[in-house]
Nanobody, 121 residues
């Protein structure tokens, strides 16, 4: 089994900062990419930021310059530093990992359980 465990959500005032963490564990051979998605009520889930094992990153236009994704490959962990938060950043944030399982070498997508980020005005 593979698990993704997210931590770091919460309530913050506009202009504030939060840091999300997501640790992957279990039957992992390798991780190709990890990223963060978010879903606000009544809206579709959208990509926030992603990071490949090669070190490339991409961001949603709405968070460029404010959010930074980083990874600790030795710990199979991805972080999302969120600065200058806006009310519109309020959403459930989900960690995603594109990885290869160790026992069958299948490439699959896994999701965390989600962590709520609420930004107040």
């Amino acid at each position: 089994q593979v698990q993704l465990v997210e931590t770091g959500g919460g309530l913050v005032q506009a202009g504030g900062a939060l840091r999300l963490s997501c640790a992957a564990s279990g039957s992992i051979f390798s991780i190709k990419a990890m990223g963060w998605y978010r879903q606000a009520p009544g809206k579709r889930r959208e990509l926030v930021a992603a990071s490949t094992s090669g070190g490339s990153t991409n961001y949603a236009d709405s968070v460029k310059g404010r959010f930074t994704i980083s990874r600790d490959n030795a710990k199979n962990t991805v972080y999302l530093q969120m600065n200058s938060l806006k009310v519109e950043d309020t959403a459930a944030y989900y960690c995603n990992a594109d990885l290869i399982r160790d026992y069958d070498r299948r490439e699959l997508d896994y999701w965390g359980q989600g962590t709520q980020v609420t930004v107040s005005s």
